[in-house]
């Protein structure tokens, strides 16, 4: 499956849904920083399959909120995105200065990133 063709839109937009079930099962088993990470990894997924059904490429970037506009979000979802943002550096580099990553913080995250899977999930029909 080529990554430009829808196809690979189906195939990216899979593995988003895959990486919230993911996000939820290390939440459930205490796992914030890993539930955080992979529900930013689900909305980067699911905004660069919306990116490849409408332009047959993806923007090569970990910028929710610039993938978020690039697909012409609402401004709702960009303000998801961004809400999103932050954990990427927050839950891998934990010597950065980036959000502490606590399980309110991973629950708000993947709240957040499953309203904007869904936003994506409606745009793909």
Same mark, same amino acid.
């Not at 990116?51 to 047959?56: C, E, L, P, S, V």
């Given at each position: 499956m080529?990554? @430009?063709s829808p196809a690979g839109a189906i195939e990216w937009f899979r593995?988003?849904?895959r990486h919230l079930r993911i996000s939820k099962g290390n939440l459930e088993i205490g796992y914030a920083d890993a539930a955080?990470?992979?529900a930013q990894q689900a909305v980067e997924f699911a905004l660069k399959a919306l990116?490849?059904?409408?332009? @047959?490429r993806f923007t090569k970037t970990?910028?929710?909120s610039q993938l978020a506009k690039s697909v012409s979000a609402p401004p709702r979802v960009v303000k998801l995105a961004a809400l999103v943002a932050p954990v990427y550096v927050g839950a891998r580099y934990?010597?950065?200065g980036g959000p502490r990553i606590n399980r309110s913080r991973a629950e708000v995250t993947l709240d957040a990133a499953r309203r904007i899977v869904r936003w994506v999930r409606r745009q793909l029909v």
């Open positions: 080529a990554s @430009g593995l988003a849904r955080a990470f992979y990116q490849i059904q409408r332009t @047959g970990h910028d929710l934990p010597d950065v």
